[in-house]
């Protein structure tokens, strides 16, 4: 009779101490569940934000775009053409002496043709016509000649890819990504050297860009507009990226696409 109700005690005690075991570790597992949620619901939350933040760059950076087209047309368009408009009915005025009408026609060609040039040059600004008739490599090859012309660093460019095989999409995207890097380079680096090449990399391509100006360290370092474009530009043709820079280190960046 005594054994039994030991038995049956054990068998109790084992049974409570199972469901004990069972509850902690059901316990355990919710809780260790619902911090992988929440650790996976930050992750999302934080890259949404990126994604915000980038395309509020790419919002502002059109808009800065924009005012400065429209600041450009209004200042070297627009208000020269008034100019030849008054000259223009200038000439109607009764009796003018042949001194005058030379040197309002003089006037009137002087200011057409700083129009002329100032719209060809908006238009080369907004998308070089050579980029549109011959593709990316005379559009590069363009871009580093008036980026020499600054006379402020050497430029060496190596190129093993066949640039006409890509699409239209990336081509721009990487000039724009050229336009910005040299910008940089000019505004911030003094550097004296600036190298660039594309090369096959395994079943992808690589573009190299390297600076060895005065670099910056990037853990205290605000990314601006343009890196952030630069990163949304390379997201949308699907590459991947990678920056080297530090304090008197030179800027490097590799773009796999
Ligand atoms: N090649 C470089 N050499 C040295 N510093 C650089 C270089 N490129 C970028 N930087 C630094 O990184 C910062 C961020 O560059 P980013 O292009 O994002 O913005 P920005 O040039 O300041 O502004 P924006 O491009 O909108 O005109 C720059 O302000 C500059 O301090
Ligand atoms: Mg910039």
Same mark, same amino acid.
């Given at each position: 009779?005594?054994?039994e ?72 368009? $627009? ?6 408009? *008054?000259?223009?009915?200038? #000439? =109607?005025?009764? /009796?003018? @002496?042949?001194?005058? +009408?030379?040197?309002i ?67 721009? $995207? ?6 910005? *890097?040299?910008?940089?380079? #000019? =505004?911030?680096a /003094?550097? @004296?050297?600036?190298? +660039? ?6 079943e992808k ?53």
């Amino acid at each position: 009779m005594k054994t039994e109700t030991e038995i049956i005690r054990v068998f109790t005690y084992t049974f409570l101490a199972f469901m004990a075991m069972a509850f902690v570790l059901i316990l355990f597992f919710y809780y260790s569940r619902k911090k992988i949620i929440k650790h996976e619901v930050d992750k999302k939350n934080l890259e949404i934000q990126h994604q915000k933040e980038m395309i509020e760059a790419m919002i502002t950076t059109q808009e800065n775009e924009r005012e400065r087209i429209a600041r450009d047309l209004h200042d070297e368009i $627009s208000s020269k053409l008034n100019v030849v408009s *008054l000259n223009s009915h200038l #000439l =109607k005025t009764p /009796n003018l @002496s042949s001194n005058e +009408i030379a040197e309002i026609t003089e006037n009137i060609a002087d200011l057409t043709s700083k129009v002329l040039e100032s719209s060809r040059r908006i238009a080369h600004d907004l998308f070089p016509p050579v980029f549109e008739k011959f593709g990316l490599e005379a559009g590069i090859e363009e871009l580093i000649e008036e980026t020499k012309s600054t006379g402020k660093f050497q430029i060496y460019f190596q190129n093993t890819i066949d640039f006409s095989q890509l699409s239209n999409e990336i081509q721009l $995207s990487i000039f724009r990504i050229l336009q910005e *890097l040299f910008n940089n380079t #000019l =505004k911030y680096a /003094n550097a @004296s050297k600036v190298q +660039i090449s594309f090369h096959h990399l395994n079943e992808k391509k690589q573009f190299l860009y390297e600076d060895n100006g005065v670099g910056f360290e990037r853990s205290n370092h605000t990314k601006g507009m343009g890196l952030i474009n630069i990163e949304s530009r390379i997201g949308v043709i699907q590459g991947k990226f990678s920056i080297e820079t530090n304090i008197n280190q030179g800027f490097k960046i590799e773009i796999i696409f």
